[in-house]
């Protein structure tokens, strides 16, 4: 009977690896289980034999936190004995080998065992023996999470530490995490976190940790809660000192502007609490011209250039930067709003000088006209013969022999559009009268010689 019952169990062994089937008579799908305070929790067992066939016979126990094994319930096919500290708590209903937990406590907590013995019928004396213990946690789901930060008030910058602390006042293994701005932080230089994560540590404080904080909180039976965001104010600064004008020419550290050109400058600078400024010339033994972060330069007040320097200082943390820079005053023919601008103080000077021009312009246009008539000057050379206006100019007593003639008065009504007259007739005449014209017309004239003119 002993061979045979040995030859049996051969038999199962490999009929099980041909058929590609686990040789374990029993299967726990899950060995950890997070149970929930409050709530019920299932420990799953399959069987993998027909129950009709076998004998069977185990115990369900429980080991605590304290070590101590306390049996729970005692079981075959046909009785099911429990403890009667579990009895309400317990249930167990065979043949199936799963174990029901009822209103789980903190004290449920631990390993619980099962311990199973299954005897075929056809094999007498043959038992298989399986063991199987699965893990219980019980959780108690993680309340809001609250922030602390130590000290309270706004700190500087490289002279203070911060303490962030947060917690819950339900929740149990609870894993904590920091935000800022709503990013995760890492571990890095400056932060140290506690084991649990529930404390940030910050030393010393920087400008880069300025922001909004907040606190994740979570565990295995309850999603991550965010506590409320808290600020953290850093004074810091002045940083990344800067002059800036929207006008003139900028190369480097030195400006360039028009003559006559209103130029003005802006001094910034990142700082919490924002800045004090002051500028000061240079040029004039350090002198302080004005305070605030605008400076407004006239450049006609200038010599051709001037060094300027703007100093800004943060009251809260003692700290100073400054600024240097050079202004030049140059013509730089470009822009129009340039040209306007320096033309606008030329105006006068300019409306001055053309008033005084067209006056005097109007001054000789007057007194050629008195003088020099058109009209009378265009009639005489018109009217005058060719031959006079070839000879030359004469008073009129060089020679009196062509003087001499015979002359006769001819009263021509109207204008008279030719005659002839002599060229001293001409020269004496100034004007054309309109009816009656008086004109001494040469009808004959002594020759070139005076013993000619008495013969005829």
């Not at 990142?270 to 004039?284: E, F, L």
Request: include cysteine.
């Amino acid at each position: 009977m002993e061979a045979g019952g040995r030859t049996a169990l051969c038999v199962c062994s490999i009929l099980f690896m041909l058929t590609d089937v686990s040789p374990d008579f029993i299967h726990v799908p899950l060995s950890i289980h997070h149970g929930i305070e409050g709530e019920s929790v299932l420990l799953s067992v399959e069987t993998r034999f027909p129950l009709d066939d076998v004998e069977i016979q185990g115990t369900w126990s429980h080991t605590g936190p304290s070590g101590v094994r306390t049996t729970l319930v005692t079981f075959n096919k046909e009785t099911t004995i429990t403890d009667m500290t579990y009895r309400d708590r317990l249930l167990f209903r065979g043949p199936n080998v799963s174990l029901l937990i009822h209103e789980l406590h903190q004290a449920d907590e631990g390993d619980y065992h099962l311990k199973l013995n299954i005897a075929f019928h056809n094999e007498t004396g043959l038992v298989i023996k399986e063991e199987r213990t699965v893990h219980v946690t019980v959780d108690v789901p993680v309340s809001t999470p609250v922030v602390e930060k130590s000290p309270s008030y706004a700190v500087v910058e490289d002279k203070a530490n911060v303490t962030w602390t947060c917690s819950v006042e339900r929740g149990t293994r609870v894993v904590f995490q920091w935000l800022r701005d709503n990013v995760a932080l890492d571990l890095r230089d400056g932060y140290r976190f506690s084991r649990d994560n529930s404390t940030l540590v910050i030393a010393p404080v920087r400008k880069e940790d300025r922001g909004s904080y907040r606190c994740v909180a979570g565990n295995a039976v309850s999603r991550g809660r965010a506590s409320r965001a808290v600020e953290l104010n850093v004074y810091y600064g002045p940083y990344n000192l800067e002059v800036n004008s929207g006008q003139g020419l900028r190369t480097g550290e030195v400006f360039t502007i028009n003559p006559g050109e209103l130029v003005f400058f802006e001094c910034q600078a990142d700082s919490n609490p924002p800045n004090s400024y002051v500028w000061i010339s240079k040029s004039r033994n350090a002198t302080v011209i004005t305070e605030g972060p605008r400076l407004e330069v006239r450049s006609y007040k200038l010599a051709q250039a001037e060094e300027y320097l703007c100093r800004a200082f943060n009251n809260v943390t003692q700290k100073q930067n400054e600024a240097q820079f050079t202004l030049v005053v140059a013509s730089l023919g470009t822009g129009k709003e340039k040209h306007s601008q320096a033309g606008g103080y030329l105006s006068p000077l300019a409306a001055i000088t053309v008033s005084s021009l067209f006056v005097i312009g109007c001054m000789l246009l007057f007194f050629l006209r008195r003088t020099c008539h058109p009209k009378r000057v265009l009639m005489s050379i018109y009217n005058r013969p060719l031959s006079e206006q070839k000879r030359p100019h004469r008073s009129g007593h060089e020679d009196a022999t062509e003087d001499f003639g015979i002359y006769e008065f001819v009263s021509i009504p109207g204008k008279m559009e030719s005659a002839q007259a002599s060229c001293r007739s001409l020269a004496r005449l100034e004007s054309v009268q309109d009816m009656h014209t008086t004109i001494y017309d040469v009808i004959g004239h002594v020759p070139e010689t005076p013993s000619q003119s008495l013969l005829n």
